[in-house]
């Protein structure tokens, strides 16, 4: 008789690895942005954004869907308004933390501009073949900082 695992690592043999193997259970995410830059005061509007999450299998699509918009919310705010303040003396952090950044407002942020495609896979590892599906979003902030560069030639920090 074979023992399923409570919680993590597989929930049925793969590639030779039996029940219970621990796995890394994320997905790949893909995101693009189209943004335009005003040359004069620097102010950046995103006027698309894709994001594309393997999801393993979709249970409630609602919820993957306002998974995925957050995720989306939080790459332009981990790109256009958080971030640290050095000490340049230093090097030290001064800023203490993410309360004391701007926050965008919906007038920044627009959801109808994002496009959300959750693609569907057999995840081996999530119970019934699901997993979190907003967390890959957020680390592709760096879609909206290429773009800006693409614009500008400059990096931005």
Known sequence: ???????????????????????????????????????????????????????????????????????????ACQALYYGDTYDYGTGAVISSQYTEAQFPTTMDLRPSRNTLLPVEGDDYSGPLGAHGIGEPCVGSYACILAAIYNATGKWVD
């Open 1 to 75: 008789m074979e023992l399923r695992p409570k919680g993590g690592g597989l929930q049925r043999p793969l590639f030779g690895k039996p029940v219970g193997t621990a796995v890394n259970a994320q997905s790949a995410a893909a995101s693009v942005v189209e943004i335009a830059v005003d040359p004069d005061t620097g102010e950046v509007e995103i006027l698309g954004h894709w994001n594309a999450v393997g999801c393993g299998r979709v249970v409630f699509r609602q919820g993957v869907l306002n998974q995925m918009g957050s995720g989306s919310e939080l790459q």
